[in-house]
């Protein structure tokens, strides 16, 4: 649409445009034409149109062979669209607020608009839960708000929507215009973003998503704030902009199962349950943790030890409140293995609560496996050597502190002070130099 045309539109219809809806119509046809084309729809797709107005991306659209639904807040604004639009048989019109009526769509494949800027952060945080959120999208957006969208970690502009959005999405900042190309012309810069989403990510469903969005957003809460006094739990020194989004979603992972087994766990007033196996490794029964330890039951443990690129080890000291050897240095990563979960589970579980990072079962090497005696506490133990060169997010109850030490210190360490060292890593460490590697 041209801008006499938006105008004699607005004039037939005795309508004004209205700054409380966002009311900023786009005039530029060669613009229209570039949004239009960098959603790149596929023959067939449905596609989302959020905020249509005059229609000036819904003519765009209708050109092509594809199903469009359009949201639209404005009566008079519809009933403008109903006529234009109305015979298309590619054209449903939704009449109301898209924060409500975006809910109630099936699956999009894309969506698309130019957002009101004061709706556009909780629009976009509803399409995100829909069951099946669109592949692609491309938006116009104030500046400064795609600018949050697309920032990077230890920036100014970095904070909770940027984690969330870029959980979901790869953000594509495309172009930015003047309010010249808009009538009436805002006082802000917009910026066209494109979304494409990932592959990678997760498989939250509406609830978690939103329990995700509110825990980011707790951590940026007060930004100068060190992480861990905003969020207990975390044993880091970073602010909230100085993690990654891929870490933000691991520490939210790792939090959640957390906090899940320690309410399962008090609810049903359950202790640890291992299984207690006979001397060749095999189940015969299970116990709760304090029965296993008193009655000296056989039972299993896994050890993770994690290399960095250097050779270097990285040794842990076990937190003060520990039961068993508290501020002793051990292994990287190391626990019970749980009854019915196996060795390697353990190891991939351990590596992840008290270290904060998640490992594949792939990149796990199994590199020992030690018969249950008086030096293993009558743990059969299985060792897993990894890869990893950090960061670690340390789980504050179980691990005080980590380091890297190389193998051959950490040996002259072991004989000058083993009371610094927890039985198990000494005795696995002078195990491991007696087997081939
Ligand atoms: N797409 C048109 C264009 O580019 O010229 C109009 C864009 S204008 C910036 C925003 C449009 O969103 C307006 O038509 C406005 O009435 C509509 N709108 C505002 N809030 C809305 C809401 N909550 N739900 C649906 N539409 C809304």
Request: net charge positive; charged share 25%; hydrophobic share 40%.
């Amino acid at each position: 649409m041209t801008l006499t045309e938006i105008k004699q539109a607005l004039a037939d219809r005795h309508l004004r445009p209205l700054a409380s809806l966002g009311q900023n119509f786009l005039f530029d046809q060669n613009i229209c034409r570039q949004i239009v084309a960098a959603l790149a729809p596929a023959a067939g797709d449905r596609v989302l149109e959020i905020g249509p107005g005059l229609g000036a991306l819904t003519e765009r659209l209708l050109e092509l062979d594809l199903r469009l639904t359009a949201l639209e807040i404005d009566k008079g604004l519809c009933a403008y669209l109903r006529d234009k639009f109305g015979r298309s048989p590619n054209f449903t019109l939704v009449e109301g607020d898209a924060a409500q009526t975006l809910p109630t769509l099936s699956g999009p494949d894309r969506a698309i608009g130019n957002l009101p800027y004061n709706v556009a952060t909780p629009l976009l945080v509803t399409l995100l839960q829909l069951p099946a959120p669109p592949r692609r999208c491309v938006f116009m957006l104030q500046k400064e708000m795609a600018a949050r969208l697309a920032a990077a970690p230890r920036t100014k502009s970095y904070g909770a929507v940027s984690v969330l959005l870029q959980t979901y999405y790869r953000v594509e900042p495309l172009r930015t215009l003047r309010g010249q190309v808009f009538y009436p012309a805002p006082a802000v810069d917009s910026t066209v973003v494109a979304l494409t989403l990932r592959e990678d990510r997760p498989a939250f469903g509406a609830d978690r998503q939103r329990e995700f969005y509110q825990f980011v957003r707790r951590g940026f809460s007060q930004r100068r704030k060190k992480l861990r006094n905003l969020i207990p739990a975390f044993a880091g020194d970073q602010r909230a902009e100085e993690l990654t989004v891929s870490e933000w979603g691991e520490f939210f992972q790792m939090q959640s199962e957390k906090s899940k087994m320690q309410n399962f766990r008090a609810g049903m007033n359950l202790e640890e349950i291992f299984d207690i196996v006979d001397e060749h490794d095999r189940v015969i029964g299970s116990a709760p943790r304090a029965e296993v330890h008193a009655r000296g039951l056989r039972h299993r443990a896994a050890h993770v030890l994690i290399f960095n690129a250097a050779g270097d080890v990285l040794i842990q000291l076990r937190a003060p409140n520990k039961y068993r050897h508290p501020n002793t240095w051990d292994s990287s990563a190391a626990g019970h293995v749980d009854s019915g979960e196996d060795y390697l589970a353990a190891a991939l579980r351990e590596t992840r609560e008290e270290l904060g990072v998640t490992v594949s079962a792939g990149e796990l090497r199994e590199i020992a496996y030690l018969r249950a005696c008086a030096e293993t506490g009558q743990e059969f133990v299985k060792v897993y050597e990894v890869r990893h060169d950090g960061p670690f997010r340390l789980q504050a109850a179980e691990v005080a502190a980590v380091r890297w030490i190389a193998v051959p210190a950490l040996e002259r360490w072991m004989r000058e002070r083993a009371a610094d060292f927890a039985p198990a890593l000494p005795y696995l460490l002078g195990r491991l130099r007696c087997q081939p590697r």
